[in-house]
T-cell receptor, first 115, second 110 residues
Framework: NAGVTQTPKFQVLKTGQSMTLQCAQD?????MSWYRQDPGMGLRLIHY???????DQGEVPNGYNVSRSTTEDFPLRLLSAAPSQTSVYFC??????????????FGPGTRLTVL | RKEVEQDPGPFNVPEGATVAFNCTYS??????FFWYRQDCRKEPKLLMS???SGNEDGRFTAQLNRASQYISLLIRDSKLSDSATYLC???????????FGRGTSLIVHP
């Protein structure tokens, strides 16, 4: 199993540009999520999905869109990049269970800089 | 008040020392508890789950105190390779959306 993969690993954008961060998992996990991590802020949930066709907003959704057309893929779209979106982005997946079954598996991250 | 709180540290300890971190959570309905480890510029990875009766994995011991709503992580005989940030993670009952603490930084020096 490849686990959770993310592309690209690094990206530099200019203000106003759009782009899509890719995330894929091969563990048949129902739950997928996107986080951003900034110094001193910890991991903040952007959007999440509990299955194909179902998405919902997390703590910091503004400026981002997601879709979930398949179980495996969960892309994150930046509509019009802003310097405040400079961050490290992590995708994670897990089984959608409780009681200890929802261990989160993270991708290696995408380091995004918006100039 | 943040749902999951941790002392950010850093905890600076010599090799061989014992160090303990605490994490408090605000939701009394919390059901699942975990410690994750995050190395510099890497993704978080599960270190261990935390069970009601407490559990041990080698040099690492995790404990849960539901009455006081905190979990702890004890690291014995610290190694240089233990240097990392340790994230406390809590999931509330009926939810599969985890809440992450901001992490505690550990630096083990020779």
């Amino acid at each position: 199993n490849a686990g959770v993969t993310q592309t690209p690993k690094f990206q530099v954008l200019k203000t106003g540009q759009s782009m899509t961060l890719q995330c894929a998992q091969d563990m048949n996990h129902e739950y997928m999520s996107w986080y951003r991590q900034d110094p001193g802020m910890g991991l903040r949930l952007i959007h999440y999905s509990v299955g194909a066709g179902i998405t919902d907003q997390g703590e910091v959704p503004n400026g981002y869109n997601v879709s979930r057309s398949t179980t495996e893929d969960f892309p994150l779209r930046l509509l019009s990049a802003a310097p405040s979106q400079t961050s490290v982005y992590f995708c994670a997946s897990s089984y959608a269970g409780t009681g200890g079954t929802n261990t989160q598996y993270f991708g290696p991250g995408t380091r995004l800089t918006v100039l | 008040r943040k749902e999951v709180e941790q002392d950010p540290g850093p905890f600076n300890v010599p090799e061989g020392a014992t160090v303990a971190f605490n994490c408090t959570y605000s939701n009394s309905a919390s059901q699942s508890f975990f410690w994750y480890r995050q190395d510099c510029r890497k993704e978080p990875k599960l270190l261990m789950s935390v069970y009601s009766s407490g559990n041990e994995d080698g040099r690492f011991t995790a404990q849960l105190n539901r009455a006081s709503q905190y979990i702890s992580l004890l690291i014995r005989d610290s190694k240089l390779s233990d240097s990392a940030t340790y994230l406390c993670v809590v999931t509330s009952g009926g939810s599969y959306i985890p809440t992450f603490g901001r992490g505690t930084s550990l630096i083990v020096h020779p």
